[in-house]
């Protein structure tokens, strides 16, 4: 049974930066790539950022440059730091595991975290 826990949402300005925290348990694996969602009602949710194994790492255009996905195995906690956040940026955000390709793609993903709200005004 695989747990993953979002930490670290809340309300900020435009150009503030928030850290979002995916703290994993249960029977997880280490090889897997991890990566991090945005859902907005109304529309798809939204491939964000994603880490494999060796700290490779691939992003949304629209975050490139602001957005910094990271992990810390030994725990094993991954992140995602927001910089210069924007109105657009807001969303819940959501942490999932267990991808073996290091895609943008929902259905890549077999377990997911309940979210983290993020609103940037």
């Known amino acids: 049974h695989v747990q993953l826990v979002e930490s670290g949402g809340g309300s900020v300005q435009a150009g503030g930066s928030l850290r979002l925290s995916c703290a994993a348990s249960?029977?997880?694996?280490?090889?897997?790539?991890t990566g991090w969602f945005r859902e907005v009602p109304g529309k798809e949710r939204e491939g964000i950022a994603t880490?494999?194994?060796?700290?490779?790492?691939a992003y949304a255009d629209s975050v490139k440059g602001r957005f910094t996905i990271s992990k810390d195995n030994a725990k094993p906690i991954v992140y995602l730091q927001m910089n210069n956040l924007k109105p657009e940026d807001s969303g819940t955000y959501y942490c999932?595991?267990?991808?073996?390709?290091?895609?943008?793609?929902?259905?890549?993903?077999?377990?997911w975290g309940r979210g983290t709200q993020v609103t940037v005004s």
């Open positions: 999932a595991g267990g991808a073996w390709q290091l895609l943008l793609r929902p259905t890549a993903y077999n377990y």
């Open positions: 249960g029977r997880t694996y280490i090889k897997w790539c």
């Open positions: 880490i494999d194994s060796g700290g490779i790492t």
